[in-house]
């Protein structure tokens, strides 16, 4: 060993220096993955160095590790293996998002500044029918589309394609009357009308239109009334060549407790899917997100995001937005280790609300059209008791609650009553294709908040 090596982190500095010139890495490539390595220990002809997080480790492991195999062992005389490892403390301290004053108020002004257009919206592989079928809609080119029918995962872009369309169409087309609304929105003004007796009004508004663009439509399954009335609607327009926009977190044909009637009609046009994109695609969605807020972000930061969110856009460009807020109200100049915090936040906020009973009864509820006190009464007509079994069946089933917790949720009612229910529910699944469908749904619709 040279004299002058006297402990392991001049070794490591060694390497370091030894690795920059023999293979001509840059200045900023030093500076992110090799400067802030930490010699751990030796143990026999093992090197453990640690790196601050698991995102350097992999690129260390994939690119550098053989360049300082390779200079220990010319510094050393002897092979050396080496090992590394993520030492999260060597990382500075992340800021707390919440202590940093205005940041919420910031971010909610940058998104409204954004519009959706077609413009920004970045294709790939993963959503290039999806697009080009709704920009040929939204210049009224839909005979062969209509209805298009969009379905995905939430977060990958069909929100953005039907707010593109409504605003193309209205760009190109003044004075045309288009309706963009959620499934959810839709059911309560119909039902309001009702309330009000006003249904006229109700159907005016959207049988006057000339583009209806519905996002969520599986959220109308199961709700008769509303399913009739939108049934209705969908073949006026239809009949008159109007255009129909339909998203989805599933294709038609898996909204098994919607009508057969309804299910056919939505898969009589084009079906087009998005899927989570690729790591180039959600790239250039960092990159272009980044330049419509004219913000910067340096190209390891793009990368080190798009390796930790890989299925929701909505969270990837949470994540920019976000940064260029915190840049606008402290300075604070986007690093992996602030990427690292805000993606933290931004998962914590999109996780979904907890399921609770209450939800899972008002689901099965609106189903069977029952009360959600019938069910949790001592009522037993058959339409009830029914209800009332589904309801339990989906609550152990999504929730896995203790039977005797559930049995309280019920007015009280015993652990043997909880098991019949689900064992005859489970048996009416297996005998009856249509029954299962309809409970799948209800624990896909409660999943999806």
């Known amino acids: 060993m040279n004299p002058e090596l006297n402990s392991l982190s001049d070794i490591l500095k060694c390497v370091v220096e030894q690795c920059v010139a023999e293979y001509d890495i840059s200045d900023a490539a030093r500076e992110l993955w090799l400067d802030k390595l930490v010699p751990v220990k030796m143990e026999g002809n093992t090197f453990y160095i640690a790196t601050d997080i ?79 079928a709704a920009k040929a809609v939204a210049n009224r080119q839909h005979e062969k589309y209509n209805p298009l029918f969009i379905y995905g995962d939430s977060g990958l872009g069909k929100t953005h394609l039907l707010s593109s369309i409504r605003n193309e169409m209205e760009k190109k087309f003044p004075g045309i009357k288009v309706i963009y609304i959620p499934a959810e929105t839709f059911t309560n003004e119909f039902l309001h009308s009702i309330s009000v007796n006003d249904v006229e009004s109700f159907d005016e508004k959207y049988r006057g239109c000339d583009a209806l663009l519905i996002d969520d439509i599986q959220f109308i399954a199961g709700k008769d009334r509303t399913e009739e009335k939108f049934f209705h609607i969908f073949n006026e327009l239809y009949d008159q060549n109007k255009v129909i926009v339909l998203t989805s977190d599933r294709p038609a044909k898996e909204i098994k407790s919607i009508s057969e009637r309804l299910r056919t009609r939505f898969s009589s046009g084009l079906i087009a899917d998005v899927k989570p994109p690729e790591l180039e695609t959600r790239i250039l969605i960092i990159q272009r997100k980044a330049e419509l807020l004219k913000f910067v972000i340096p190209k390891d930061v793009t990368e080190y995001i798009a390796s930790k969110l890989k299925s929701n856009i909505r969270q990837i460009e949470g994540v920019v937005t976000k940064l260029s807020a915190m840049y606008t109200v402290s300075q604070m100049k986007p690093s992996i280790t602030l990427a690292q915090s805000v993606i933290d936040d931004i998962v914590i906020e999109h996780q979904p609300f907890p399921i609770t009973v209450d939800k899972i009864v008002s689901e099965v509820g609106k189903i069977y059209n029952i009360e959600p006190s019938d069910m949790r009464s001592q009522k037993r007509t058959a339409i009830i008791s029914l209800a009332r079994r589904v309801a339990i069946y989906v609550i152990q089933e999504v929730t896995g609650m203790p039977y005797e917790q559930i049995g309280q949720e019920f007015n009280g009612r015993d652990h043997s009553t909880v098991v019949y229910a689900i064992k005859t529910v489970k048996e009416e699944m297996e005998k009856d294709v249509g029954f299962k469908s309809i409970v799948e749904d209800i624990i896909k619709n409660v999943k999806a908040g």
Not at 89 to 108: F, G, H
């Open 54 to 132: 698991e995102f350097k480790k992999d690129t260390l492991t994939e690119l550098y590790l053989p360049w300082i195999e390779e200079e220990l062992k010319k510094i050393l005389g002897v092979p050396v293996k080496v090992e590394i490892i993520v030492d999260d403390t060597l990382s500075p301290k992340a800021p707390s998002l919440s202590d940093i004053p205005e940041l919420d108020e910031v971010t909610a002004k940058i998104d409204k500044k954004i519009t959706y257009t077609f413009d920004n919206f970045i294709v790939g592989p993963s959503n290039n029918l999806a697009f080009a």
